[in-house]
């Protein structure tokens, strides 16, 4: 069984460009979640698609969005980009479907390391 | 405002010794917890989870204790081992999971 994929894995961009990350979820995962991981802060929710449909959004300035397609890929992008938004960016996707209540396990990719100059 | 905190950044601990990570929260309103580890150039992993309806959750050489009126916990891990190094990461959910909040990481070191 695949895991989940994150492409590019590396990338630098200057200040004021926009950049687009991917991340394909497990097979039959339909709920994807983005984090940004920086040193000391931990893991930064930005925010958790199910279905095409954003369900929960971290305190991230508008800058920062995402969509979900129909096979569950999923996509978030960052504009006008600042020097602070160098980090790592994760993906997790778990079959969770908020329906049943449960413990959310997920599964992480191995992220998308941005550098903004 | 930090719902899920972390106060030890790093810790260090003699393999074959017992490892106690601690996480203390905010938000009455979580019911799961999880811990997650992480290697470098990885993704973190799924370690083991505990609903706010346990106080013991056991699996292998780990266990998490939670402390629902001190809104704390901890991870256990008896005996230590060197591949065990890693950043540890506590993190919570409300009972529909959907929303994952997650500590700074408190990173493990295992000195053979």
């Known amino acids: 069984k695949a895991g989940v994929t994150q492409t590019p894995r590396y990338l630098i961009k200057t200040r004021g460009q926009q950049v687009t990350l991917s991340c394909s979820p497990i097979s039959g995962h339909r709920s994807v979640s983005w984090y940004q991981q920086t040193p000391g802060q931990g893991l930064q929710f930005l925010f958790e698609y199910f279905s095409e449909t954003q369900r929960n959004k971290g305190n991230f300035p508008g800058r920062f969005s995402g969509r979900q397609f129909s096979n569950s890929r999923s996509e978030m992008n960052v504009s006008t980009l600042e020097l602070g938004d160098s980090a790592l960016y994760l993906c997790?996707?778990?079959?969770?479907?908020?329906?049943?209540?449960?413990?959310?396990?997920?599964?992480f990719g191995a992220g998308s390391r941005l550098t903004v100059l | 405002d930090q719902q899920v905190k972390q106060n030890s950044p790093s810790l260090s601990v003699q393999e074959g010794r017992i490892s106690i990570l601690n996480c203390d929260y905010t938000n009455s309103m979580f019911d799961y917890f999880l811990w997650y580890k992480k290697y470098p150039a990885e993704g973190p992993t799924f370690l083991i989870s505990i609903s706010s309806i346990k106080d013991k959750n056991e699996d292998g050489r780990f266990t998490v204790f939670l402390n629902k009126s001190a809104k704390h916990l901890s991870l256990h891990i008896v005996p230590s081992q060197p591949g065990d190094s890693a950043v540890y990461f506590c993190a919570a959910s409300a009972w529909d999971g959907d929303k994952v909040i997650f500590g700074p990481g408190t990173s493990l070191s295992v000195i053979p």
């Open positions: 997790a996707s778990s079959p969770q479907t908020g329906a049943v209540p449960g413990a959310n396990v997920l599964t």
